[in-house]
Nanobody
Framework: VQLQAFGGGLVQAGGSLRLSCVAS????????MGWFRQAPEKEREFVAA????????YYAAPAEGRFTISRDNAKDTMYLQMDNLKPEDTAVYYC?????????????????WGQGTLVTVSS
């Protein structure tokens, strides 16, 4: 599976961005998808995940209430709508897919990764 993430950019605090992740290749193997982010000099951290079939979602605490993960199976695309952005949301955002049905928040559970898209939130 190949993943391409895009939609990042520069936004002021309080603003919104919508990230997209397009999958190609053996997409029938995907059972769940997720977003992670990595800020400068920090570890990559989990943001949100969604099951491909039922659309069940799971969010990390910093994303809960501000971010919305969704997917369009007909387009093999996953989205991350980010509202009320804060400077601490500044990071490179990565999308990933897993062949597991359970929604995981650890990197090792994901099999394929996109190249990342940079989100910068100014104060």
């Amino acid at each position: 599976v190949q993943l391409q993430a895009f939609g990042g950019g520069l936004v002021q605090a309080g603003g919104s961005l919508r990230l997209s992740c397009v999958a190609s290749g053996r997409t029938f193997t995907m059972k769940s998808m997720g977003w992670f982010r990595q800020a400068p000099e920090k570890e990559r951290e989990f943001v949100a995940a969604i099951s491909v079939g039922a659309g069940t979602t799971y969010y990390a605490a910093p994303a809960e209430g501000r971010f919305t993960i969704s997917r369009d199976n007909a387009k093999d695309t996953m989205y991350l709508q980010m509202d009320n952005l804060k400077p601490e949301d500044t990071a490179v955002y990565y999308c990933a897919v897993s062949g597991r049905y359970d929604l995981a928040n650890i990197r090792a559970s994901y099999d394929y990764w996109g190249q990342g898209t940079l989100v910068t939130v100014s104060s």
